[in-house]
């Protein structure tokens, strides 16, 4: 009789949404992932070389400074890494080191002193966890994207700039510090490689050594015949 009563008890209603609802909450708790969220932590240094002989502006628009690389790594959680709001500090410092003066401009069209427009993007971001790479490292890779503009806002030239940074696990406490030293080496790479390059450009090249003029204006496509 009494386990005729338990069967019943069971099969009620009641018991199986109960059943149905634990159920529920330790699936939904084990596929639930808290966020790792990092930011930059540190300071940009200013470069040591010979100076461009360019006054340029700086653009950054809110693409770049609010730039957030979010990225979810099969059984080790979700990370999301904050780029953008150390884009100004990383540029500024860069601006200081190789160009012979600077400023942040809203748009792409100046007037003189300045003599042109820089306008750098992120275009991709990857990561990997030493568990992931079997190694001792973090590592991080940053592709930059960099337009250069005559203070009219005609184009000049763009090019590609990679960055890579890494960081020691044996360093870092844990993860979130790891990658942030890695995420740090790899934008301090890519400043770096900006500063070696940038007059090494063929086009920017040009342009200086003719004075920095203003470039011709593209040909406007409604004129073009048909």
Not at 46 to 62: E, F, N, R, Y
Not at 164 to 182: C, E, I, M, W
Request: hydrophobic share 40%.
């Amino acid at each position: 009789m009494q386990q005729q009563r338990r069967r019943n008890a069971e099969q009620s209603p009641s018991f199986l949404t109960t059943f149905a609802l634990a159920g529920a909450l330790l699936l939904m708790s084990a596929c639930t992932t808290t966020t790792k969220e990092l930011a930059l932590d540190g300071t940009f240094p200013i470069p040591l070389i010979s100076k461009s002989p360019v006054q340029m502006g700086i653009h950054l628009d809110q693409t770049l400074t609010s730039f957030t690389h979010v990225e979810t790594i099969d059984k080790k959680g979700s990370w999301s890494v904050a780029l953008g709001p150390a884009q100004q500090e990383m540029f500024g410092n860069l601006a200081i080191g190789i160009f012979e003066n600077h400023a942040f401009v809203d748009n792409l069209s100046v007037e003189a002193p300045l003599d042109g427009v820089l306008k750098p993007t992120i275009r991709e971001v990857q990561f990997a966890l030493p568990s992931q790479t079997r190694s001792d490292y973090y590592e991080v890779w940053i592709s930059y994207h960099f337009e250069l503009y005559d203070r009219a806002g005609t184009p000049i030239s763009e090019w590609k700039l990679p960055a890579y940074g890494k960081a020691s696990k044996t360093n870092y406490a844990s993860k979130t510090q790891g990658l942030q030293a890695a995420a740090m080496a790899a934008c301090r790479d890519a400043m770096a490689f900006f500063s070696i390059n940038f007059s090494r450009e063929p086009a920017v090249r040009q342009w200086i050594n003719n004075g920095k003029p203003l470039m011709p204006a593209p040909p406007d496509p409604s004129n073009e015949s048909i």
